[in-house]
């Protein structure tokens, strides 16, 4: 799958390099006519740090967006959808059920039904990763969930990181600002080391900036500074998946699983390789809820009328 | 919530005031209770407001030199009160012997909580299982009579204990008057509002709170069932009164319709067997209610008795509402987990502090509630 994005890298703003800036995007799948279509579903996953809209023709994966989220959930909600849409000529009028998820989800002002993002993440996994998906970690912007679902995507049993945001997405940029690194980098620079290091002590944001300062005083090289923060983030993930288990297959979603410094950290400790996907793991969530939204409007129809933007 | 349960509600809200104004009006003492083993029948007969010491759910940094930041919020939240000054109005402060953790609490509200003018430490024996343990118990409550009338410079005649016990039990057959309505499909009485009834009866002194308890049962009985129930639920643990926490969980698709704690039913669950002497009426019926887990050993009678509450009240499944860091919940929650689960009855875990983030619970509610009937999706 090609991402085009028409999204800015936005690596600049003004004279200061904002290093922990990811890359927004957006993309349709220009061989599919929507139009053909006869359910448009959308899911939006507002989270704490970004946003995705994806919108699905009749159960397929037509085009998404990953947008950093804003100060309201509203606004953060209608710039995701709007970045796919506006690609393919589509309004919101065209699509027929819209499901909300992520933090905002209640706020998604276009949405007909909001849905967990636990829920959806693993709906989306189960599109993504296949049938045989049994345990999914989500590693997002402020929180982490392990969660186990069954073979048609439905959730079993789950786990989320309590009030610390500690080794999430939110940690990682933080720490790319940092070591002056672009975020993206962090990962395959975190493996340019001549021997592994161990995991700095802590993922507490504070805590760990003052630990890599400490380090780089001490003469460590960034790069070696990064691996330790990543193997300390891959422990802290695996200490909740053990919490519920890890069953085979098993798959990652959210923005850390582009990370592969933490990824593969996480399958060395497990000793498990995850399911590698074709799509974009981060917008995994936003899929889980177009998909829902593609099974409810089958069951219940059209709502009567769509939702105001 | 209706206004039905309105004065309830204002009861927990303003129950300092409450305690000030029963003061006032009656010239009475108030003694400051921790923990739900207080004997309370003999603070009523010696004319006293037994008030239970409940958190404020706001961050407080005056505990730090008191107690271990790693004893549990509620004990931390407790003991803030007292040395805030918000139980100024309470003269004596008793404890009875529950966890080690409260027992903290208590000795650092007798030494530092500057109002306080007596205190009384009742030693109830942990393991009630014993053959001896009413034994002990009933020479305990005598003790603490004695001293009780030491302080008060009379007697506490044997008529006046009697009294007492038929308002307390009173007060548990009205409690459970009340709860009875949850068993109903559609109950005519959320969770929300009866924990602020059953909270309440923890310090709000017990004549008026029976008057309360008829009146609403009253009119409860005119109330339809008519609120979707959505999907029933139980909840168990230590102390809660998060209120707000209670309100979120039942505007997301589910009722409560009983608890296992001590915030609820296993205060108020049984009542008092009368016996010719009132002592042993009162000490039996501490050693015989519900246990809480600092008191359930060798054997744990209450996951059969969680148990057969959620049966007997139709919870589809239960939540643990663990205290951080409470050791004789958290001792019991795998094997009770484990109980529940294969008794059908599927559980969700959520941890509480001082304060909770209700953000991030009213996923893992929401989440726990789909897992449960999210057939419609698929």
């Known amino acids: 799958m090609t991402t085009s994005a028409f999204a800015t890298t936005a690596a600049t703003a003004g004279e200061k390099k904002e290093y922990w800036r990811w890359e927004e995007s957006a993309w349709v799948d220009e061989t599919m006519n929507w139009r053909d279509a006869k359910f448009i579903t959308a899911g939006i996953d507002v989270g704490s740090v970004s946003s995705q809209a994806v919108v699905v023709c009749d159960g397929k994966l037509f085009g998404y967006s990953s947008m950093r989220t804003g100060s309201n959930s509203p606004d953060s909600a209608r710039n995701a959808i709007k970045a796919v849409i506006e690609k393919c000529g589509m309004t919101l009028d065209n699509i027929h059920f819209v499901v909300g998820t992520g933090y905002g989800r209640v706020n998604v002002p276009f949405a007909h039904k909001a849905i967990t993002e636990i829920a959806c993440h693993a709906r989306g996994a189960n599109f993504m990763g296949g049938s045989a998906i049994r345990t999914i970690l989500d590693m997002g912007g402020q929180d982490c969930k392990a969660i186990h679902c069954d073979e048609k995507g439905k959730v079993t049993n789950f786990l989320m990181n309590d009030k610390c945001a500690a080794g999430t997405g939110r940690g990682m940029e933080v720490i790319a600002d940092l070591m002056q690194i672009p975020i993206a980098e962090l990962g395959p620079r975190s493996f340019d080391v001549d021997e592994e290091p161990a995991a700095v002590s802590s993922v507490c944001v504070v805590f760990a900036k003052s630990e890599a300062l400490g380090l780089l005083k001490a003469g460590w090289s960034k790069n070696k500074v990064v691996a330790a923060y990543c193997q300390a983030m891959a422990e802290r993930v695996v200490a909740l998946l053990e919490r519920i288990g890890v069953e085979k297959e098993f798959f990652i979603t959210g923005g850390i699983a582009k990370n592969p410094g933490v990824v593969r950290r996480i399958e060395r400790i497990l000793k498990l390789e995850a399911v590698k996907t074709k799509y974009d793991s981060q917008i995994a969530g936003a899929l889980g809820a177009a998909l829902f939204g593609y099974t409810l409007v089958q069951k219940q129809g059209v709502p009567a009328k769509a939702a105001a933007s | 919530m209706s206004g039905l349960f309105d004065q309830f509600k204002q009861w927990y809200d303003k129950r300092h005031d409450y305690a000030r104004a029963w003061k006032a009006r009656t010239g009475g003492t108030v003694v400051a209770t921790m923990c739900t083993y207080t004997p309370e029948e003999l603070l009523i007969a010696a004319g006293m407001l037994p008030v239970r010491v409940l958190g404020a759910h706001e961050p407080q940094n005056v505990t730090e030199p008191h107690i271990f930041g790693m004893f549990c919020p509620f004990c931390r939240d407790s003991l803030a009160q007292g040395l805030l000054g918000r139980y100024a109005y309470a003269e004596g402060v008793t404890l009875t012997q529950s966890c080690i953790q409260y027992r903290q609490t208590f000795n650092s509200w007798r030494a530092h909580v500057p109002t306080v003018?007596?205190?009384?430490?009742?030693?109830?024996?942990?393991?009630?299982?014993?053959?001896?343990?009413?034994?002990?118990?009933?020479?305990?409550?005598?003790?603490?009579?004695?001293?009780?009338?030491?302080?008060?410079?009379?007697?506490?005649?044997?008529?006046?204990?009697?009294?007492?016990?038929?308002?307390?039990?009173?007060?548990?057959?009205?409690?459970?008057?009340?709860?009875?309505?949850?068993?109903?499909?559609?109950?005519?009485?959320?969770?929300?509002?009866a924990l602020y009834a059953s909270i309440t009866a923890q310090f709000i002194d017990k004549a008026d709170h029976n008057r309360e308890l008829e009146r609403v049962i009253a009119e409860v009985k005119k109330r339809p069932n008519d609120r979707d129930e959505g999907v029933r639920l139980m909840t168990i643990g230590s102390e809660n009164d998060d209120c707000g926490f209670m309100a979120m969980i039942e505007s997301v698709g589910c009722t409560i319709v009983i608890d296992d704690q001590c915030s609820g039913t296993r205060n108020f669950w049984n009542e008092a067997q009368i016996k010719d002497d009132p002592i042993v009426t009162i000490a039996d019926r501490y050693c015989e209610r519900p246990a809480c887990p600092t008191k359930d050993y060798p054997a744990h009678t209450r996951f059969d008795h969680v148990l057969k509450l959620a049966k007997d009240y139709n919870a589809r499944a239960a939540i643990f509402l663990q205290q951080k860091f409470c050791d004789p919940h958290e001792g019991d929650y795998p094997d009770l987990k484990k109980h529940l689960e294969s008794n059908g009855i599927p559980t969700l875990f959520l941890e509480f502090d001082i304060t909770n983030p209700l953000g991030p619970f009213r996923i893992r509610v929401e989440a726990f509630l789909e897992t449960l009937r999210e057939e419609e999706l698929f």
């Open chain 2, 117 to 193: 003018k007596w205190d009384y430490y009742l030693p109830m024996p942990n393991e009630v299982q014993s053959p001896h343990a009413k034994k002990l118990h009933r020479e305990e409550v005598r003790k603490f009579r004695a001293f009780l009338e030491t302080t008060l410079g009379r007697k506490i005649p044997d008529a006046d204990l009697k009294q007492a016990i038929e308002t307390v039990n009173k007060n548990r057959r009205l409690l459970k008057q009340l709860f009875d309505f949850r068993k109903e499909e559609n109950p005519r009485v959320t969770g929300l509002e």
